[in-house]
């Protein structure tokens, strides 16, 4: 992969000392089981979680990506740290591998006695409102990203009492047929060459959604670097697919796709939010259009939009955040 030729950002704010981090697994819904929207009662759940700072009543609940872990301070440090969004010396913060998920958490063959079952986003919404039970958490601040964000929806209709406030990073409220149909192209991968292969032609496909032209122009033309001959796009996206093989399980990939996809809120129920929410839409996202997350900020009574700048895509806010992290900061002190 060739180096970014976006002009460099300045940093923001000074680079802080490493946030220290903890992570455990909870056992949960031991007793009295989880009943799954399907109607499968599940027992003895799994999630693994990281907390930074000191506990409390009140959190900042993180929602990582499709394919991320709850070890927020690997793959989001410019929100984690000492005056940063996310800052252990004022927040608890907390961050769970969602349930169906591969990071620790229970996996969807586990939920079904072996045999995968349908999970929703609310039931994912669920198991995190059990594990904020066991933390002793009454109140939570919601930021996600992405899967994260969508996730974020499903929070405040799920469990309106516990959220305070929430921050929605490029997600729409549900999914478009745009949307449902690269997730269905993926899984189509991957049933079609199951053990690996096929999740690694269904990373190639999400990471072309997750770019834009503009990016890939800047970081991918020309020559691969890696084989020459090769145009440096080709094995930019085969280099994606092994590296998600090495380490993400294709049954979690499927698992949690379909439940995005089946994620479908009526605006009747978008209107019921009364929280307070800032939608961040990204201005080349290519998966989730800007207006169409903007769309559906008129339907939340305390909706706020902004809209980050940048060429690299959706997955912009991760790579190129610009004003991003001081945004986010300024909502969640309120």
């Given at each position: 992969?060739?180096?970014l030729t976006h002009p460099p950002l300045p940093a923001w704010?000074?680079?802080?000392?490493?946030?220290?981090?903890?992570?455990?697994?909870?056992?949960?819904?031991?007793?009295?089981p989880l009943l799954l929207d399907c109607g499968r009662p599940v027992n003895d759940v799994r999630v693994a979680y990281h907390t930074y700072g000191p506990p409390g009543e009140h959190a900042v609940l993180v929602l990582h990506a499709l394919t991320g872990?709850?070890?927020?301070?690997?793959w989001w440090p410019d929100f984690l740290g000492e005056g940063r969004p996310l800052d252990p010396e004022r927040d608890y913060v907390i961050c769970a591998n969602v349930?169906?998920?591969?990071a620790g958490s229970s996996g969807p063959g586990e939920l079904g006695g072996g045999a995968?079952?349908?999970l929703s986003l609310r039931d994912l919404a669920r198991a995190g409102r059990a594990l904020l039970e066991h933390l002793g958490v009454r109140r939570v601040t919601v930021v996600g990203a992405s899967m994260g964000g969508m996730l974020a929806y499903a929070w405040l209709l799920e469990c309106p009492d516990l959220v305070d406030r929430a921050v929605i990073v490029g997600a729409p409220a549900r999914h478009s047929p745009w949307a449902v149909g690269l997730n269905s192209a993926a899984r189509s991968a991957i049933r079609a060459a199951p053990g690996g292969e096929g999740l690694g032609v269904a990373r190639q496909i999400a990471m072309l959604s997750y770019r834009s032209p503009q990016s890939l122009a800047l970081t991918q033309a020309g020559e691969s670097p890696r084989r020459p001959g090769t145009p440096a796009i080709t094995t930019y996206l085969e280099h994606h697919g092994e590296k998600l093989c090495a380490r993400?399980?294709?049954?979690?990939?499927?698992?949690?796709t379909e439940a995005m996809d089946r994620f479908q809120p009526v605006d009747a129920e978008l209107r019921a939010i009364r929280a307070p929410v800032l939608v961040v839409g990204i201005s080349s996202d290519v998966l989730y259009p800007p207006a169409e997350v903007r769309g559906y900020v008129d339907l939340l009574p305390n909706g706020e939009y902004w809209e980050l700048d940048s060429p690299h895509g959706h997955d912009a806010f991760l790579m190129d955040p610009g004003e991003l992290p001081e945004r986010v900061r300024n909502f969640i002190a309120g």
């Open positions: 992969m060739t180096a704010p000074p680079t802080p000392a490493e946030p220290t981090s903890e992570g455990r697994t909870a056992l949960l819904f031991r007793r009295e872990t709850s070890a927020v301070h690997e349930l169906g998920g591969c995968d079952v349908p993400f399980c294709e049954r979690t990939y499927v698992a949690l």
